[in-house]
C-alpha cells in the first residue's frame, strides 16, 4: 500500500524502488551469511572500542575498594561548598552537617553517607556516574538529598558534581513515570562505555515490574545472547514494614529464578560499608556484571543500621557476614541465616529475651552464592545441628526456593537440613492490615528463635 501511495503521487518510480529491494535484501543475505559464520572464538570481537581494557569475568569477584581518610574527608568537604549566596532548607543543611560528623572519630555512617562517599570517589577517579529514578535526587525516603534546591530562588546545584575540575560528570536525573522507558535507556547507556557506572533507582522494588520486559530480555541474558556486558546497578527499595502488598516487595524470588551462568549479583545488604564496597567494586574490576541490590527503607535512620569509618578505608566487600557478638561458638546449638532487614529484629528480640546459644548469619551477597564463605562460618560452630532460613516473605516468594537447595551443599552432616521461618505461601506479597503485619512478623521471629526443629 504504501508503494503505490508512492507512485500514485509520483514521488519515485518502479525501478527505483526495484532497487532499493534489492539492496536491502543484498544488505540482509550479507548480515545473516556473516551471523551464521560467528564462531565462539570470535567472542572477543564484543570487546572493541571503549570495552577493550575490559575481559570476561573469571572465579575471582573481588576489588580493592578501600579508600583512605583524606579522600573521604574531601567528599564532604566538597558536599558542603555550595555557590555563594545559596541558601539551603535549613533541614538539608542540618543533614548534610551530620554527614561531616560521620567520618570523624567516633562517628558512624549512615546508608546514604556511605553512598555520597562511594558515587564521590569514584567521580574524583575520572569516572561518570548516572543516577536516575523517579525522585532520585531527593531520595524517595527523603534521605540522599544530592540534588540542593535554593528556598529563595530555587536554583539547582548537585554538589557531588562541583568536586574538583578534573573529576568525572555526575548526571541525576528525576525520570518520568515509565520504568520500561527508563531502565531500557539506561541499560542501552551502560553497554556503551564501562567508564560509565549507571544507576537505575525504582521507587519502590516493586515498581520494577513495569520494566520486566528490559529485565528478562537484556538485563538477565545480554551477555549470554550477545556477548554484550553491563555494570547497570538497579536499586530497589525492598522489606516489609507494613505498607501493603504494593510498597513491600521487589521480587527477590524472580531475580534469583534467572541466575545462571553468573549473569548477575544479588544483593541484600544490612550495613552502609557492604552497600559502599559493593558500588565500588562495579567500576574497580576488568569486568561489568548487573548488580541487583534490595535496598532499604526503615533502615535508612534505623541506628543499628550504621557503619565505622574504618570499615570503608581498611575493609572490602564480604558475601557473608558472620556473627557479631561474643557469643560462645562452643554452646551454639542453632545457626540462623537471612538476608537483609530481618536481621535487626532477629539480633534486637534475641537480646531482649537473652538467647544466647542461638547465632544469626548474613548471606549479603545472594548470587553468585558464596558457598565458600558459608562453609567456612559454619565450621567455627562445631556444636550446632540446626540451621534455619529466615526470611519476611511468604515462603513461595524472596529467597527461600532458591537458597534451600543451594545450602544443601554447605551444610555439614551433624545439620540434617536446612528449617524455614518464615511468612506461609500467599497469592499476594504482603497484607494490607498493619496489626495483621505486626502479628506475622512477631511469630516467625519466635519461631525463628525458639520453635522446635522440623520440617
Known amino acids: 500500500l504504501y508503494e503505490e501511495q508512492l507512485l500514485a503521487d509520483g514521488d519515485t518510480t518502479n525501478a527505483e524502488i526495484d532497487a532499493f529491494k534489492q539492496s536491502l535484501r543484498k544488505q540482509f543475505d550479507e548480515e545473516l551469511n556473516y551471523a ?27 576489588a580493592d575498594t578501600k579508600l583512605p581518610l ?20 535549613p533541614k538539608v543543611a542540618k543533614i548534610l552537617a551530620e554527614r561531616a560528623k560521620m567520618i570523624q572519630p567516633g562517628g558512624r555512617l549512615d546508608w546514604a553517607c556511605a553512598e555520597m562517599l562511594a558515587v564521590g570517589s569514584i567521580l574524583l577517579e575520572g569516572h ?26 530555587s536554583q539547582r546545584h548537585v554538589s557531588l558534581d562541583h568536586l574538583s575540575s578534573d573529576q568525572g560528570r555526575f548526571v541525576l536525573i528525576d525520570t518520568m513515570l515509565s520504568e520500561a522507558a527508563v531502565l531500557g535507556f539506561e541499560y542501552g547507556f ?90 565500588r567494586r562495579q567500576i574497580h574490576r576488568e569486568f561489568r556484571k548487573p548488580l541487583i541490590v534490595m535496598t532499604p527503607k526503615s533502615l535508612l535512620r534505623n541506628k543499628l543500621c550504621t557503619s565505622d569509618v574504618a570499615e570503608l578505608t581498611e575493609g572490602t566487600f564480604q558475601p557473608v557476614l558472620d556473627e557479631t557478638e561474643h557469643l560462645d561458638r562452643n554452646a551454639v546449638q542453632r545457626l540462623l541465616f537471612c538476608t537483609g532487614k530481618i536481621y535487626f529484629e532477629l539480633l534486637t528480640t534475641r537480646s531482649d529475651c537473652d538467647i544466647t546459644n542461638v547465632a544469626i548469619v548474613r548471606v549479603e551477597q545472594l548470587y553468585p552464592f558464596p558457598a565458600d564463605e558459608l562453609t567456612r562460618v559454619i565450621a567455627t560452630f562445631p556444636n ?70 522440623a520440617r
Open 36 to 62: 551464521r559464520d560467528f564462531l565462539p572464538r570470535q567472542r572477543v570481537q564484543a570487546l572493541g572500542g571503549w570495552w577493550k581494557s575490559m575481559h570476561w569475568a573469571g572465579t575471582d569477584w573481588g
Open 70 to 89: 583524606q579522600t573521604l574527608e574531601r567528599i564532604v568537604d566538597g558536599v558542603l561548598t555550595v555557590p555563594q549566596g545559596f541558601t539551603i532548607h
Open 128 to 153: 561518570r556516574v548516572r543516577l536516575a529514578g523517579q525522585d532520585s535526587g531527593r531520595g524517595t525516603f527523603s534521605h540522599r538529598h544530592a540534588a540542593l534546591t535554593d528556598i529563595r530562588t
Open 190 to 279: 551502560s553497554t556503551a562505555d564501562p567508564d560509565n557506572l549507571v544507576i537505575w533507582e525504582a521507587q519502590f522494588g516493586d515498581f520494577a515490574n513495569g520494566a520486566q520486559v528490559i529485565i528478562d530480555q537484556f538485563i538477565v541474558s545480554g551477555e549470554s545472547k550477545w556477548q554484550r556486558m553491563s555494570g547497570l546497578v538497579m536499586l530497589l527499595p525492598h522489606g516489609y514494614e507494613g505498607q501493603g502488598p504494593e510498597h513491600s516487595s521487589a521480587r527477590l524470588e524472580r531475580f534469583l529464578q534467572m541466575c545462571a551462568d553468573n549473569n548477575l549479583q544479588v544483593c541484600n545488604l544490612t550495613t552502609p560499608a557492604q552497600y559502599f564496597h559493593a558500588i
Open 384 to 453: 550446632a545441628t540446626e540451621a534455619f532460613w529466615v526470611q519476611e516473605e511468604p515462603a513461595n516468594m524472596g529467597a527461600w526456593s532458591d537458597i534451600e537447595r543451594r545450602f544443601r551443599s554447605v551444610l555439614p552432616e551433624r545439620i540434617p537440613f536446612l528449617a524455614y521461618a518464615g511468612r506461609r505461601a500467599a497469592a499476594s506479597p504482603a497484607t494490607g492490615n498493619y496489626k495483621l503485619h505486626r502479628r506475622e512478623g512477631e511469630s516467625l521471629i519466635d519461631y525463628a528463635l525458639r520453635k522446635p526443629y
